[in-house]
């Protein structure tokens, strides 16, 4: 079984303009994958379809093998954290505790088991101690992890994450990096993340799909795609800065079969290069 399937699926906006088109993506269980794209490729529509808030008017998204569009998928709705681009759109309660509380409680969770998950989610991110914290008076990289936390709250197998660095400063990014793999590796969660943001995907995927227009582009190992400058120039991407020295340096050293795609990694093949 797998975690998520999207078959064919199309999507218009309520003006009639079309967001995703015949678009097809498979993830499996316990699977990183990167949804690669512009602004306006509709990379979050497509995380609003995978989540069930969105319905196509073509084909079909399945998710832990039941179908979006069914009764049974309510029972699986629980098993799914999105987390959003903007997380003012996610925090609105008066304070930080209240919002991880939010979901838990809605549940309908004994009043020990709700502040169990609340600690426990806040503790995960590094937000304890702030829980009775107004959200307004968060920084920005506080107020991803804050979001992060409402849906590790729920206790969720599948992760659905909206541009997750956008807006964070290097420090801040790197640890969100660092937040979102932990969570794969430690706890099996399944972590779909949509972002344009071509330095991350490297390290948060083993899997890349490349989205323009609503349309796949193509999908494959981030090593592969990264290396096709057709391809990243037809979705208004650039490689990571790791893949651009090695282009320009691999005629002068030579090929290395596939593209380093972090900076140590760029190190090491040219350290062992001129060895």
């Given at each position: 079984?797998?975690?998520?399937?999207?078959?064919?699926?199309?999507?218009?906006?309520?003006?009639?303009?079309?967001?995703?088109?015949?678009?097809?993506?498979?993830?499996?269980?316990?699977?990183?994958?990167?949804?690669?794209?512009?602004?306006?490729?509709?990379?979050?529509?497509?995380?609003?379809?995978?989540?069930?808030?969105?319905?196509?008017?073509?084909?079909?998204?399945?998710?832990?093998?039941?179908?979006?569009?069914?009764?049974?998928?309510?029972?699986?709705?629980?098993?799914?954290?999105?987390?959003?681009?903007?997380?003012?759109?996610?925090?609105?309660?008066?304070?930080?505790?209240?919002?991880?509380?939010?979901?838990?409680?809605?549940?309908?969770?004994?009043?020990?088991?709700?502040?169990?998950?609340?600690?426990?989610?806040?503790?995960?991110?590094?937000?304890?101690?702030?829980?009775?914290?107004?959200?307004?008076?968060?920084?920005?990289?506080?107020?991803?992890?804050?979001?992060?936390?409402?849906?590790?709250?729920?206790?969720?197998?599948?992760?659905?994450?909206?541009?997750?660095?956008?807006?964070?400063?290097?420090?801040?990014?790197?640890?969100?990096?660092?937040l979102i793999n932990r969570l794969n590796r430690e706890?099996?969660?399944?972590?779909?993340?949509?972002?344009?943001?071509?330095?991350?995907?490297?390290?948060?995927?083993?899997?890349?799909?490349?989205?323009?227009?609503?349309?796949?582009?193509?999908?494959?190992?981030?090593?592969?795609?990264?290396?096709?400058?057709?391809?990243?120039?037809?979705?208004?991407?650039?490689?990571?800065?790791?893949?651009?020295?090695?282009?320009?340096?691999?005629?002068?050293?030579?090929?290395?079969?596939?593209?380093?795609?972090?900076?140590?990694?760029?190190?090491?093949?040219?350290?062992?290069?001129?060895?």
């Open positions: 079984m797998k975690a998520i399937e999207v078959v064919d699926v199309s999507y218009s906006y309520p003006d009639g303009r079309l967001a995703l088109d015949g678009v097809s993506v498979s993830v499996e269980v316990g699977e990183r994958v990167a949804i690669l794209g512009p602004n306006g490729a509709g990379k979050s529509t497509l995380l609003m379809v995978m989540s069930g808030l969105l319905q196509p008017f073509r084909g079909e998204v399945r998710v832990l093998g039941v179908p979006t569009s069914s009764k049974d998928f309510e029972r699986v709705r629980l098993r799914i954290g999105l987390v959003f681009q903007q997380p003012d759109d996610q925090l609105f309660s008066p304070t930080l505790w209240e919002d991880v509380a939010y979901g838990p409680q809605n549940m309908g969770l004994s009043a020990e088991e709700v502040e169990k998950r609340v600690g426990e989610s806040l503790e995960y991110v590094g937000l304890a101690g702030l829980e009775h914290r107004p959200p307004y008076r968060l920084s920005v990289g506080e107020k991803k992890k804050a979001a992060l936390a409402t849906a590790l709250a729920m206790k969720p197998q599948i992760l659905l994450l909206d541009e997750p660095t956008a807006n964070l400063e290097p420090a801040s990014r790197t640890e969100f990096v660092e706890e099996g969660i399944t972590v779909v993340t949509a972002t344009h943001d071509v330095s991350i995907v490297p390290q948060i995927s083993d899997k890349v799909y490349v989205l323009q227009s609503g349309r796949v582009l193509r999908e494959g190992a981030p090593n592969r795609i990264f290396l096709d400058l057709e391809l990243l120039r037809s979705a208004k991407l650039e490689p990571p800065p790791s893949v651009q020295a090695y282009m320009a340096l691999k005629e002068l050293i030579g090929d290395a079969g596939c593209a380093p795609l972090t900076t140590q990694e760029l190190i090491s093949w040219v350290a062992r290069a001129l060895s």
